[in-house]
């Protein structure tokens, strides 16, 4: 008997304390059939709402862009990563911890130029197009835009400004889903104006 | 032993977050003015902390200590800054420090569309979980101080 109450005045007062592996965490492990078929109905939406392939697929890689912005938060507070000293630990850390972490794959990193400043993230499977085919009429719809979008933003916001396209895709007939990231620059941090 | 105050800084040297407790002696400059100097003073230690270091770092700047408190730094790989000045006594607060980002700043700003990322934060919820987990911490109580 006593040790119940004690029990229950112990989990009162930690009831503050939030769970260390965040809600989303948990949350897409849940269902990723819902995540993908969410896609799927964005992608739709866009496609009626917009004439040309071209537009959908700016749009698609700015809504990515901005969650990559805050994804990269939510990635850095729940993986123990830090900074990364050189491109070749960014990509090791984008296959292997990131795509695992959100999308539960994990692509290979191949074709590094020979600066080391540009390499392709092959996918063997693409999740988000698990129930997809591409009618003829979108031939130039890069129906996972959004993927670029998340990277280009989530990068950026740790001083990396990166090109990301798909230069394959098995929803176009290609063999394989190829990710090509090209590092541009390291954005300098500032001092902000108007300090002495 | 004690918490002083806490200020959160953004990557562009916005202040998104300040607010105190046992702050005896007040800086006699406005607010905004304070958080300018603590952000200029931050940046100039980190270069200062990167060029004077005969080895490479890995986490650089981590704290200092005057004769009465110690300033506490934590900064993410995104450029987000968690400082508290807590009273000599309180050893390494960086899993603290990392818990009020991870658990606090992402769950309630980040993970929240509403809250515009690069302001001041305006979240009830935040200012109120964050009040309550500094008042927790083993060494908030002033008494042992």
Same mark, same amino acid.
């Given at each position: 008997?006593?040790?119940?109450?004690?029990?229950?005045?112990?989990?009162?007062?930690?009831?503050?304390?939030?769970?260390?592996?965040?809600?989303?965490?948990?949350?897409?492990?849940?269902?990723?059939?819902?995540?993908?078929?969410?896609?799927?109905?964005?992608?739709?939406?866009?496609?009626?709402?917009?004439?040309?392939?071209?537009?959908?697929?700016?749009?698609?890689?700015?809504?990515?862009?901005?969650?990559?912005?805050?994804?990269?938060?939510?990635?850095?507070?729940?993986?123990?990563?830090?900074?990364?000293?050189?491109?070749?630990?960014?990509?090791?850390?984008?296959?292997?911890?990131?795509?695992?972490?959100?999308?539960?794959?994990?692509?290979?990193? &191949?074709?590094?130029?020979?600066?080391?400043?540009?390499?392709?993230?092959?996918?063997?499977?693409?999740?988000?197009?698990?129930?997809?085919?591409?009618?003829?009429?979108?031939? &130039?719809?890069?129906?996972?835009?959004?993927?670029?979008?998340?990277?280009?933003?989530?990068?950026?916001?740790?001083?990396?400004?990166?090109?990301?396209?798909?230069?394959?895709? &098995?929803?176009?007939?290609?063999?394989?889903?190829?990710?090509?990231?090209?590092?541009?620059?390291?954005?300098?941090?500032?001092?902000?104006?108007?300090?002495? | 032993?004690?918490?002083?105050?806490?200020?959160?800084?953004?990557?562009?040297?916005?202040?998104?977050?300040?607010?105190?407790?046992?702050?005896?002696?007040?800086?006699?400059?406005?607010?905004?003015?304070?958080?300018?100097?603590?952000?200029?003073?931050?940046?100039?230690?980190?270069?200062?902390?990167?060029?004077?270091?005969?080895?490479?770092?890995?986490?650089?700047?981590?704290?200092?200590?005057?004769?009465?408190?110690?300033?506490?730094?934590?900064?993410?790989?995104?450029?987000?800054?968690?400082?508290?000045?807590?009273?000599?006594?309180?050893?390494?607060?960086?899993?603290?420090?990392?818990?009020?980002?991870?658990?606090?700043?992402?769950?309630?700003?980040?993970?929240?569309?509403?809250?515009?990322?690069?302001?001041?934060?305006?979240?009830?919820?935040?200012?109120?979980?964050?009040?309550?987990?500094?008042?927790?911490?083993?060494?908030?109580?002033?008494?042992?101080?």
């Amino acid at each position: 008997m006593s040790r119940q109450s004690n029990r229950t005045t112990e989990s009162k007062k930690m009831l503050w304390y939030l769970p260390f592996i965040s809600a989303s965490a948990s949350m897409h492990r849940m269902n990723s059939e819902l995540f993908t078929l969410t896609y799927g109905a964005l992608v739709t939406q866009l496609c009626k709402d917009y004439e040309n392939d071209e537009e959908v697929n700016k749009q698609l890689d700015k809504m990515g862009y901005n969650i990559g912005v805050r994804l990269i938060e939510d990635f850095l507070a729940r993986s123990s990563v830090g900074r990364c000293h050189d491109f070749r630990e960014t990509a090791d850390v984008i296959a292997k911890v990131a795509f695992k972490m959100y999308l539960g794959i994990t692509p290979s990193v &191949t074709n590094w130029s020979p600066a080391g400043d540009e390499f392709s993230l092959i996918l063997e499977s693409n999740p988000l197009v698990d129930f997809v085919e591409l009618p003829d009429n979108h031939s &130039t719809l890069v129906y996972s835009n959004l993927l670029c979008g998340v990277l280009r933003g989530a990068l950026e916001m740790v001083q990396m400004a990166v090109d990301v396209r798909f230069a394959q895709d &098995t929803l176009r007939g290609d063999n394989v889903t190829e990710i090509r990231m090209k590092f541009i620059k390291r954005i300098e941090e500032n001092l902000p104006a108007g300090d002495e | 032993m004690t918490v002083h105050n806490l200020y959160i800084f953004d990557r562009n040297g916005t202040c998104l977050h300040y607010s105190e407790w046992n702050r005896k002696k007040q800086a006699g400059i406005s607010k905004e003015e304070e958080y300018k100097l603590m952000y200029g003073m931050l940046f100039s230690i980190r270069s200062f902390v990167s060029k004077m270091s005969p080895l490479d770092m890995k986490d650089g700047f981590l704290a200092f200590q005057t004769s009465r408190y110690k300033l506490h730094y934590y900064e993410t790989p995104t450029g987000v800054k968690i400082v508290m000045n807590t009273d000599l006594g309180v050893p390494n607060c960086r899993d603290v420090l990392h818990q009020i980002y991870s658990t606090l700043y992402v769950e309630y700003i980040v993970k929240n569309p509403l809250c515009p990322l690069g302001e001041t934060l305006q979240s009830e919820l935040f200012s109120s979980r964050l009040e309550s987990f500094i008042r927790a911490l083993p060494f908030f109580s002033a008494r042992a101080g």
